[in-house]
């Protein structure tokens, strides 16, 4: 056996249909410094920070210094590679999804939707400006779109305004539900060009005047993420730091798109996370006089997380062969998305329900996996959205009002 399978197997033992065999040897060293990390800097208060609404102090620091853009463990092999492949995205993803939702939601819309918004949607100078600097972690950011009353029906829905008085942009209006807007340096944030009524991307600081940001209290999923309120009354923007290249909701779509793969990553990993909480509380709980691993009811249940897994990681490595071959389809990102999340609702149910009463305690892996899958049932479009996407495209009709 080779180093790197003797990793993988180490590593990967759930990935059943052998799926991480096509990672690259750096690759492959990577995802293990990365798996050390997280278990030997964050296992013991992992659940303390979740039950207590706390983020780990370093874990976005550290996240920097792995450079998870730019590391030459990632080009190993891969000559003229730009960027580290799809298929190691996914399990990168999947890594930490594993470990804590959480955490991936938190790299994931610092790395996903708000650095695409600036790669995607800013002019040559912008993406030279911030880009780089926002893949080495040494600028933080977001990503404002959500509002208070506008969810799915944001294309069509934005209320927040934008006005240009010939010098600067006058931003009004609220945002909700926005990831560490609090803790951001740069915030992307969208609201409708009054003139035109087609939405705009601007560039916004939480330190200017008429920003006004607090955090959402109360949570029952994704307690870790300070998701926060934005209010801004009045807020100037210079044109420079308009997006230049976002100026129509089709422009914001090939962000969404672009990250919604990536939840179907995470809800892949999240379903890792709680098979693994599971397997390590049935070979130590006992009842009637042994290990409840033993009863042929736990293994049956076992056996159906096992099996939402694979099929979970096979649509999503795949998925990431597609699009490394830019092939990229909305409708299968959709599906991916609506049946891994549908998946790992099952799956944190069934492992909450072999814990019995203590899968709602916090100090239990499962309690946290159980009550974060609602949420990745929910964000980055919600089941019913998705499936509309998928209707659309089997029928030919837009159902979507």
């Not at 303390?48 to 590391?71: C, I, Q, S």
């Not at 799915?152 to 006005?163: I, N, P, R």
């Not at 694979?310 to 490394?324: D, G, K, P, T, V």
Request: hydrophobic share 40%; charged share 25%; with cysteine.
């Amino acid at each position: 056996m080779t180093e790197k399978e003797q990793i993988l197997k180490e590593l990967y033992p759930e990935d059943i249909l052998n799926n991480a065999k096509e990672l690259t040897e750096g690759e492959v060293k990577f995802l293990k410094q990365l798996d050390d990390l997280l278990e030997s800097k964050y296992r013991d208060s992992i659940n303390n920070h979740w039950a207590n609404a706390t983020v780990p102090e370093d874990f976005f620091d550290d996240m920097g210094k792995l450079n998870y853009f730019r590391n030459p463990l990632l080009f190993e092999g891969r000559e003229g590679a730009k960027t580290p492949s799809q298929l190691f995205q996914f399990f990168m993803s999947y890594t930490i999804a594993r470990f804590d939702v959480s955490l991936v939601t938190i790299l994931g819309v610092h790395q996903g939707l708000g650095h695409n918004a600036f790669l995607f949607g800013g002019s040559k100078e912008q993406i030279a400006k911030y880009v780089p600097k926002l893949q080495s972690h040494e600028l933080r950011t977001c990503f404002a779109l959500t509002e208070p009353d506008h969810g799915s029906d944001v294309a069509g829905g934005l209320e927040t305004t934008a006005k240009f008085d010939g010098e600067n942009w006058i931003i009004n209006g609220a945002k909700k539900w926005i990831g560490g807007a609090n803790v951001s340096d740069v915030i992307p944030l969208f609201a409708v060009d009054v003139e035109t009524g087609k939405p705009k991307g601007f560039i916004i600081r939480p330190e200017q005047d008429g920003v006004e940001i607090d955090v959402i209290e109360n949570k029952i999923a994704l307690r870790i993420i300070p998701n926060t309120n934005i209010r801004l009354d009045n807020v100037v923007v210079k044109e420079e730091d308009r997006l230049q290249n976002i100026n129509s909701f089709k422009d914001i779509a090939k962000i969404l798109y672009s990250t919604r793969a990536g939840v179907s990553y995470m809800a892949t990993g999240a379903m890792a996370g709680a098979l693994r909480a599971t397997l390590d509380y049935v070979t130590q709980r006992k009842q009637f006089g042994k290990e409840i691993s033993k009863y042929q009811l736990i293994q049956e249940k076992l056996a159906m997380m096992q099996g939402n897994l694979a099929h979970a990681i096979a649509m999503s490595a795949q998925l990431a062969r597609m699009q490394e071959n830019g092939e990229y389809d909305e409708v299968a990102t959709s599906t991916a998305k609506m049946m891994n999340a549908l998946r790992l609702r099952e799956s944190v149910s069934l492992g909450r329900g072999i814990h019995g009463g203590n899968g709602i305690l916090a100090e239990y892996d499962i309690a946290r996996f159980f009550s974060d899958a609602e949420a990745v049932y929910t964000y980055e479009g919600t089941h019913e959205i998705n499936a509309l996407v998928i209707g659309r495209a089997l029928t030919g009709d837009s159902a979507f009002i």
